[in-house]
């Protein structure tokens, strides 16, 4: 909980802190959870951070969610890595909060602890058949061509049919939908996983449909995922030019947002070219204002997706928010596919101990503090836990977003030890850090992996990518990391 410390205790507490390290455990090694690290350790100069993650690989959605034609957005890693090599910093890889170690014996050990392990789940739509084989969440799709080793197996049918289904209009969408479309040959030199590669060249889809809920006005993608995906080569885009047509709420809604206005007229050109689809060109059909009513079955593979049943919608304003909300008409259509990919976002899982909010997906909290308790006239904080990244805010925002998260996050920390929250006034209240974690994962006999382990990871990918001429070729099963980082 909150502490106010009286006036005439600062001048012993900030003499203690200058003698006692800062302990920091940061849980989960993506963006949000280095970029926490790195401005921990410019603000206190004797912080000690350690940064664990169930994965021996670090950089979190970086190597598993970035699409592998964007090279130029992982070179962040290399930020990331000057962190770590930092004398105050330490990797733990192989480490997993809840069966590893519980988040209590985390905040025993350490005088603040920062979750920051994202969205690892995703959220379902809750309609009928949505458990038919050929049916995925977007995040299984793109850690499956990342080489993510829990997706490694995932083997997607892409013979069977020609057309997939995308639900969704975000950036993901886009990314998944532009891997299913674009010419394998330029995917090869880049960090795909091999077996995405082997998967890609003998699909059969030639055509995708993006689907959203609302119209082109609402779409959440940014124009630089739009322009990538309408600039495929000899690709055929169909958009109805009956859905651009914009209302009064559309055109303000266009005014104050300079991102959706971009879109808008990227989408708007696009259905205006003219291209006409020939025999054998892949085809990219943009879908709005429609809802997944329930999935269809196959008549011939029974258990299989043959196909989704989709709701018209019609978008008004909801009173209580102001926002431009789907409604349905009561008018339904079919499209037929063999494949569906649901990007409707993905989702934080809780563990023990830790305030949830369920609904919203994500940790309570007010400038990255959790909240224990609301409901007075006093806000109750959970003393030295934190949140940063997805956890924080919700599964929004680019890489970038996690520097002003963390920025925030540590700013609510650095306030509570100059409050004195951390103080303690002799060696036996301090708590033991990096010590007490070595001393517990050994008694659990617990096996570890310090970032050189990862940097002989990186080593091998990298050599036999070029074998392959390729940037890394990755290392996509559990046993082969772990013997490779275990050498």
Known sequence: MAISIPLRRLSRSFSAIASNPLRVCVVGSGPAGFYTAEKVL???????????????????????????????????????SRVVQNEHCSFFGNVSLGSSISLSELRDIYDVVVLAYGAESDRVLGIPREELKGIYSAREFVWWYNGHPDCSKLDPDLKSTDTAVVLGLGNVALDVARVLLRPT????????????????????????????RRGPVQAACTAKELREVLGIQ?????????????????????????IHRRVYEL????????????????????????????FLESEDQGGHVAGVRFEKTIVREELESGKQIAVGTGQFEDIECGLVLKSIGYKSVPVDGL??????????????????????DEMQFEKGLYVCGWLKRGPTGIIATNLYCAEETVASITEDVEKGLFTRTSSSQQKPGREGLLQLLDSRDIRFFPFGAWEKIDQEETRRGLLKSKSREKLTEWLELLNIASA
């Open 42 to 80: 410019k603000k206190h100069e004797r912080a000690e951070v350690d940064i664990i993650d169930r994965l021996p690989t670090p950089f979190g959605l970086v190597r598993s969610g970035v699409a592998p034609d964007h090279p130029e957005t992982k070179i962040v890693t290399n930020q990331f």
């Open 185 to 212: 040959m330029e995917l090869t030199s880049t960090d795909i996983a091999s077996h995405a590669v082997a998967a890609l060249e003998e699909s059969c889809i030639r055509k995708v449909y993006l689907v959203g």
């Open 234 to 258: 000899d690709l055929y885009v169909h958009i109805d030019e009956a859905d651009l047509v914009k209302t009064p709420a559309d055109e303000e809604e266009l005014k104050n947002n300079r």
């Open 267 to 294: 989408l708007s050109r696009a259905a205006s070219s003219g291209v006409a689809s020939g025999s054998g060109r892949r085809e990219l059909h943009f879908v709005f204002f429609r809802k997944p009513e329930r």
């Open 355 to 376: 305030p949830f909010d369920h609904q919203k997906g994500m940790v309570p909290n007010v400038g990255g503090r959790v909240l224990s308790d609301a409901s007075g």
